[in-house]
């Protein structure tokens, strides 16, 4: 099937594909009640991805809409307006911070913008892959934190994009690449509320490693990083022991705050 990448009537607009509340599982705010707004798209083959699903938007694709009243689904592509609304839908209570996920949020900096400016008070979290510097550069003041993941590149397999999809970015193919991507977006967050992750899956080496947290280290030493091991699925093995240990001691022998915090939404078995 198609993916269906047509012109959008504003900017603005970007297409979701669920819209739930749940408990953060990863990172600085892990355990935190959240709700989360998950974007379509996706140029990134992560070998470990839990969501492929989100790499692509399908002819004719809804968004998933877990209600208090019960899941319903809406059109895919949403203005802010119509995300903000489907939030307001999900949450049980109080109002949560909104955590801004995908796929990758940077392809849709107008709608996070766009959301940014009507949500008040609320917190809002974007989760990014860190291959877009220039996006994240221009929703940087409009959200409250960052969660940045350092890519080693042997874990990604060659981008792709979907023939048709309007706006193709540039990402990035190579180590160099990777290095310069990475480099840019810790220098962006070196002073903001946010956190760096490491996906640290078996079959790699210690060595592997180095460059993200040297980077990190010499970039950013301020903010806090979280080593997650990978999930096992799709071919990918979880890490050795050994490893997280051998990653570990190398952050910090580097000075770096760091902890190994598996995704705990996955132990809880909620989404």
Do not use: N
Not at 100 to 128: K, N, Q, Y
């Amino acid at each position: 099937m198609q993916s269906d990448w047509v012109r959008v009537r504003d900017e603005r607009e970007a297409p979701v594909l669920e819209v739930f509340a749940s408990i953060q599982g990863e990172g600085k705010y892990v355990g935190q009640p959240q709700v989360f707004l998950r974007l379509a798209g996706c140029p990134l083959r992560c070998q470990w991805c839990d969501t492929p699903g989100s790499w692509k938007l399908r002819t004719g694709a809804q968004a998933r809409i877990d209600a208090r009243e019960g899941t319903r689904r809406e059109p895919a592509w949403a203005s802010p307006l119509d995300a903000l609304t489907w939030v307001g839908a999900v949450e049980p209570g109080e109002p949560r911070p909104i955590s801004i996920t995908g796929g990758e949020p940077l392809l849709w900096p107008e709608f996070v913008l766009g959301l940014a400016s009507m949500v008040g008070d609320r917190p809002i979290h974007l989760e990014t892959a860190g291959a877009h510097p220039e996006a994240l550069q221009a929703v940087l003041a409009a959200v409250q934190h960052v969660s940045l993941d350092l890519k080693l590149p042997a874990d990604m397999d060659p981008p792709q994009w979907d023939e048709g999809r309007p706006g193709q970015a540039q990402v990035p193919r190579d180590g160099i690449e990777w290095q310069a991507a990475r480099r840019a977006c810790l220098h962006l967050i070196a002073t903001k509320d946010a956190c760096a992750k490491i996906v640290v899956a078996g079959g790699r080496e210690v060595e592997a490693y180095e460059p993200l947290l040297e980077d990190l280290a010499k970039l950013a030493p301020r903010i806090p990083l979280y080593l997650q091991p990978a999930t096992p699925m799709a071919g990918v093995q979880a890490p050795s022991s050994e490893l997280l240990v051998e990653v570990l001691e190398q952050a910090r022998d580097l000075e770096l705050e760091v902890r190994v915090v598996p995704q705990v939404h996955r132990f809880l078995g909620i989404p």
